[in-house]
T-cell receptor, first 114, second 114 residues
């Protein structure tokens, strides 16, 4: 069965520090992978996506993610975190053959210390 | 208006009330979705409409009744809700067709059932 695991429920980093949020997926075929961000009281905003090709994808707000098939991972990274990056981050896998179904991880809440 | 809009943004209702949530997408998409986001639980897909036909109903209680009058509008009619139905209700849209296309989310309606 398809699933997405985000092992870290909460992460706290200092402003200016680097960030890596982990995501592991279980999916039988080549996955469509996404990272969404949700600020408090807001909907989900797409940060980046991987469909095929280069395994290092660039997104908005200075984020990038790397698809590693051998590890079934799609970790999100940012070299220098800003206070405005404090939010909840969701990794998701898209299931083809139907209605663009998305399977979400439980999310990682990021806190940024000044 | 651009993207996906939802109204109202906040709603407080008693268990005997009847209310409706509205979603409108301005992206020209042909599929729309309702999700429920509760505290400490992963995002739950509730309903999916493709070309105004319901294609997914994830065992949602009958006190939630969706309606999709056209490809741009989606409603969620609520009646006789329970306190555990308090959550953030998110609407999304996507374009169904060749391959996989990402979903775009609205800001959500924060529902509180007293």
């Amino acid at each position: 069965a398809q699933s997405v695991t985000q092992p870290d429920i909460h992460i706290t980093v200092s402003e200016g520090a680097s960030l890596e949020l982990r995501c592991n997926y279980s999916y039988g075929a080549t996955p469509y992978l996404f990272w969404y961000v949700q600020s408090p009281g807001q909907g989900l905003q797409l940060l980046l996506k991987y469909f095929s090709g280069d395994t290092l994808v660039q997104g908005i707000k200075g984020f990038e993610a790397e698809f590693k098939r051998s590890q079934s991972s799609f970790n999100l990274r940012k070299p220098s975190v800003h206070w405005s990056d404090a939010a909840e981050y969701f990794c998701a896998v898209g299931v083809s053959g139907g209605y663009n179904k998305l399977i979400f991880g439980a999310g990682t809440r990021l806190a940024v210390h000044p | 208006e651009t993207g996906v809009t939802q109204t109202p943004r906040h709603l407080v209702m008693g268990m005997t009330n009847k209310k409706s949530l509205k979603c409108e997408q301005h992206l020209g998409h042909n599929a729309m979705y309702w999700y429920k986001q509760s505290a400490k639980k992963p995002l739950e897909l509730m309903f999916v409409y493709s070309l105004e036909e319901r294609v997914e109903n994830n065992s949602v209680p009958s006190r939630f009744s969706p309606e999709c009058p056209n490809s741009s509008h989606l409603f969620l009619h609520l009646h006789t809700l329970q306190p555990e139905d308090s959550a953030l209700y998110l609407c999304a849209s996507s374009q169904m067709g060749q391959g996989y296309n990402e979903q775009f989310f609205g800001p959500g309606t924060r529902l509180t059932v007293l």
